[in-house]
């Protein structure tokens, strides 16, 4: 049985940090790519950062230069590293798993960014 459960989402002031944890189970974690989706208020779910299986990162402009994508393969993790936040950030950010026609999420954790 497949499974992406997030962690580390919460109430953060603007210019906090969050590392958001995905932890996988029920696949053979180090051939997915993995990313990081966010879908704020009113908005369409989006690609915020991904990491391919051979370590190579790509963000989005907003998020390029504060936030951080990683993956620990012994442990079956990625992360999402999360500095300098701004309230524009607060959304529920989904984490994914994609390899050929398999993409899997995960249920979500909520982020909000505000003072």
């Known amino acids: 049985q497949m499974q992406l459960v997030e962690s580390g989402g919460g109430l953060v002031q603007p210019g906090g940090s969050l590392r958001l944890s995905c932890a996988a189970s029920?696949?053979?974690?180090?051939?997915?790519?993995l990313g990081w989706y966010r879908q704020g208020p009113g908005k369409q779910r989006a690609l915020v950062a991904e990491?391919?299986?051979?370590?190579?990162?790509n963000y989005v402009d907003s998020v390029e230069g504060r936030f951080t994508i990683s993956r620990d393969n012994a442990k079956d993790t990625v992360y999402l590293q999360m500095n300098s936040l701004k309230p524009e950030d607060t959304a529920v950010y989904y984490c994914?798993?994609?390899?050929?026609?398999?993409?899997?999420w995960g249920q979500g954790t909520q982020v909000t960014v505000s003072s």
């Open positions: 029920g696949i053979t974690f180090s051939i997915f790519r």
């Open positions: 994914n798993a994609r390899y050929l026609m398999n993409t899997y």
């Open positions: 990491i391919m299986s051979n370590g190579q990162t």
